[in-house]
């Protein structure tokens, strides 16, 4: 029998996987992962369907559809008063995930340590550790969840080569400051150390806040890989498009491990985003919609037996609940998607040893309908039933 070392011997299968499977066998209504449950903007889809019927269906270039490519440079230099080469910069990618996974395939030798700040989305660590490389893991502690600046810089040893960051966040919503992105640019000065920025949920900050990219700090972005996801603002996570921005030099090492994996994206996707890109109403509205949705699903949950932090940012709203049980996440979690019709995602799930805080997020990017049905269900739920 043949045997494989394997990589990843203590991974299992996802938690989203296995929540959103257990919310169609139980006819839950799911919160759980992170994905719209709305249709996409059908302008966008009816591009999508032009592009196959105009001949748009052979290998697009191994680093993205040019005229994308030029789409998002543009937006870039709109948005962050950054100037970014379409030709040397960027890369369309399957994904924000993939993008994240190639930038830590590309710079990590065995042996290396990077530092993950947890609760953390959950393939980071698995993407270190099958690079031979080590996370270093942080605790962003409840209920504000900031780095903690001082355990940073102690952490930072000389086999640190890089640093992941995610904010907006998921699952704790925060976003992170001007003044933050400031004090990480001063710690990393005169050190070697990449900076993997994922910024999936770029244009999800809500009650005015600004998203700060790695891209509105020159001197930040000379050492970063950012990382961003077309799924997540034109709400078709389904169709795994996704981008990566980098300086030139660790760009040109990015796409020799990208051409020899994916080597490109699906190309009528790509030529539809392309078209629908030069409308910047079509990206900079999603905020306001999702923000409806939010405050819709937090005021819907007034009185229940969750509370609920604030949200500055992303998908997804946090609740402890010892109001109504002394259960732990994963137990609770799963109880409420057999019982009371609602799945959700324990934040267990987002600490690699598995910690239990007795805390669960909710995904508000549903529709109104969706989120009233899950509020009520989850409104009934009286004291000490779990
Ligand atoms: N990073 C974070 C923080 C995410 O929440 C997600 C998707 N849930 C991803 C990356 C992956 O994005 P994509 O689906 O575009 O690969």
């Known amino acids: 029998m043949l045997k494989i070392n394997s990589k990843l011997p203590t991974t299992g299968t996802s938690l989203f996987t296995v929540m959103s499977a257990l919310a169609t066998e139980y006819n839950a209504i799911n919160l759980g992962q992170g994905f719209p449950d709305f249709e996409m903007d059908n302008t966008l889809a009816e591009l999508a369907r032009k592009a196959i019927a105009d ?52 710079i990590l030798d065995p042996g290396d340590e990077v530092i993950v700040f947890e609760p953390a989305f959950d393939s980071y660590i698995p993407n270190i550790v099958s690079c031979g490389a080590i996370p270093v893991v942080l605790e962003l502690e409840y209920p504000a969840y900031k780095i903690n600046w ?30 933050e992105m400031l004090q990480l640019q001063e710690i990393l000065r005169d050190t070697n150390i990449f900076l993997i920025s994922d910024e999936v ?5 809500y009650d005015g806040l600004q998203h700060n990219s790695v891209l509105k700090y020159p001197e930040l972005f000379e050492r970063s890989f950012a990382c961003f996801s077309f799924g997540k603002v034109y709400n078709c996570t389904g169709w795994k ?18 051409q020899y994996n994916a080597f490109c994206c699906f190309t009528p996707t790509q030529v539809a985003i392309a078209e629908h890109l030069k409308n910047p109403s079509t990206y900079l509205g999603l905020k306001h919609f ?83 049905a899950a509020a009520e ?10």
Not at 66 to 92: C, F, G, W
Not at 305 to 321: E, K, R, S
Request: with cysteine; hydrophobic share 35%; charged share 20%.
């Open 55 to 106: 001949g748009y269906n052979q290998y697009a270039p191994m680093a993205g559809y040019m005229p994308l490519r030029e789409a998002i440079a543009e937006k870039v230099e709109t948005l962050y008063q950054h100037k970014i080469s379409p030709s040397d910069n960027i890369t369309i990618t399957p994904g924000g995930g993939y993008a994240i996974c190639t930038a830590f395939t590309t």
């Open 150 to 179: 001082d355990k940073l810089k102690s952490a930072i040893t000389t086999k640190t080569k890089a640093i992941i960051i995610n904010s907006p966040h998921n699952p704790t919503g925060t976003v992170m400051s001007d003044d």
């Open 241 to 258: 498009l996704g981008y990566c921005i980098a300086p030139k030099a660790w760009m040109t090492e990015f796409r020799k491990i990208h």
């Open 290 to 372: 999702m923000q409806q949705k939010r405050d819709l699903f937090i005021s819907l949950m007034e009185n229940s037996g969750f509370d609920f932090l604030p949200v500055d940012g992303g998908y997804f709203v946090t609740a402890t609940y010892e109001k109504i049980s002394s259960l732990g996440g994963l137990d609770l979690a799963m109880q409420l998607t057999k019982t009371a019709g609602v799945a959700t995602i324990p934040y267990s799930t987002f600490y690699n040893k598995g910690q239990d805080y007795k805390i669960l997020r909710f995904c508000f990017a549903k529709k109104e309908m969706t989120l009233i």
């Open 201 to 205: 949920y770029e244009h999800l900050t």
């Open 377 to 386: 269900k989850l409104k009934a739920i009286t004291p000490g039933s779990f």
